[in-house]
């Protein structure tokens, strides 16, 4: 996957939340999908980003228990896993301007309900100047692709997974 256009300047990219839960579920038929979609970036020399949201809905995932669709981790179990996410992805940290761009797009592409969260992620991208989302839900973020000048990527074989 080589997406860089500048070799002295990686593209970077921003990692949607399940990306990460992906990553962190040897049993999930899209694990294999997201590592070595992320061991092609890095590979390239591209940079991961990750934002405080990813970190948090991460977290409500994998510690919730897996008869509700969870990981069933404990608390400590994750905290020992976001250290290793912050010190392996760049960690794009929130200021009053991601608040700013939030509002302008919640306002611009009237969005209500649970995409505020995927606008969030957008919003972060637009203060932290990034262009390329890793996602396994493509279509949350067609509508900000155009407008907002994204590139909205699945993971390399995630259709071919066996799941969508």
Known sequence: MTT????????????????????SDPSDPRHTAAKETLRSIIANGDDVCITPQTLHEWLAVVTR????????????????????????????????????????????????????????????????????????????FTRYEKGEGITVIEPTGARTAGTT
């Not at 860089?4 to 990553?23: A, E, F, I, K, M």
């Not at 020992?80 to 760049?90: D, E, I, S």
């Not at 608040?99 to 972060?124: C, I, M, N």
Request: hydrophobic share 40%; no cysteine.
């Open 65 to 140: 228990p897996i008869t509700a669709r969870g990981l069933g981790w404990t608390s400590k179990r994750a905290v020992k896993q976001v250290r290793l996410y912050r010190a392996g992805f760049a960690l794009l940290l929130d200021t009053a301007a991601n608040l700013d761009q939030w509002e302008r797009l919640v306002e611009t592409y009237k969005v209500s309900g649970k995409p505020s969260h995927d606008s969030r992620f957008v919003a972060a991208m637009k203060v932290h100047n990034l262009t390329h989302l890793l996602t396994f839900n493509p279509s949350d």
């Open 4 to 23: 860089s256009t500048n070799p002295t300047q990686p593209t970077r990219y921003l990692l949607d939340t399940g990306v990460l839960v992906r990553l």
